[in-house]
């Protein structure tokens, strides 16, 4: 079983739609849970962490998270061309990281 | 405030020449991650270190690669005699002892084999 599993897409919305990428995760002794996002060529870029259960909001972007459920996702809102990425979702336990396979999103104009 | 640096950004090495790939952590960071990533790929987890130890290489390949973190300087991950194979792009991450401590990337070095 993977320490992270998300779907790989790709996922396509139209501009302004809200975009909705989930992840899942093995281990309930995972402390800590982000969101990167990667465009093409590009390194990863932190864009989201979320430590406790409930909702993150930061701009267009909200975190959930659901211990009991292992489960991590990303909304997207008024979702932009500039947002066609892929979005890596990353789990922390002890002092390892464990990485998801990415999910490309496209926002079509 | 300088980020995670890394060079060479790229590095072209012919097949059985040694690669040598650099990392400075974020300012205040003692953790260093290197990952490797192919085209279209996932990130690869390679090796974990702090200062002066290697806390986990698992994975790493056992043969060819190798990779340090002094006391003073940066990390450095080493291929020694490169074969096609090996040509991907090698991230650097950095982050702090804290419990929730963040992982920032770097630009990452692209490394082409001829």
């Known amino acids: 079983q993977k320490e992270v599993e998300q779907n790989s897409g790709p996922l396509s919305v139209p501009e302004g739609a809200i975009a909705s990428l989930n992840c899942t995760y093995s281990?309930?002794?995972?402390?800590?849970f982000f969101w990167y996002r990667q465009y093409s060529g590009k390194s990863p870029e932190l864009i989201m962490s979320?430590?406790?259960?409930g909702d993150k909001e930061d701009g267009r972007f909200t975190a959930q998270l659901n211990k009991a459920s292992q489960y991590v996702s990303l909304l997207i809102r008024d979702s932009q061309p500039s947002d066609s990425a892929t979005y890596l979702c990353?789990?922390?336990?002890?002092?390892?990281?464990?990485f998801g396979t990415g999910t490309s999103l496209t926002v079509i104009p | 405030n300088a980020g995670v640096m890394q060079n060479p950004r790229h590095l072209v090495r012919r097949r059985g020449q040694e690669a040598r790939l650099r990392c400075s952590p974020m300012?205040?960071?003692?953790?260093v991650y290197w990952y490797r990533q192919l085209p279209e790929e996932g990130l690869k987890f390679m090796v974990y270190?702090?200062?002066?130890?290697?806390?986990?290489e698992s994975g790493m390949p056992k043969e060819r690669f190798s990779a340090e973190f002094p006391k003073e300087g940066p990390s450095i991950l080493r291929i020694q005699q490169v074969v096609r194979g090996d040509s991907a792009a090698y991230f650097c991450a950095s982050s702090d002892r804290t419990g929730h401590g963040e992982l920032f990337f770097g630009e990452g070095s692209r490394l082409t084999v001829l």
């Open positions: 270190l702090q200062k002066e130890n290697i806390i986990d």
């Open positions: 281990d309930r002794g995972s402390q800590s």
């Open positions: 300012k205040g960071h003692s953790h």
């Open positions: 990353a789990v922390k336990r002890g002092n390892q990281f464990y």
């Open positions: 979320i430590y406790s259960n």
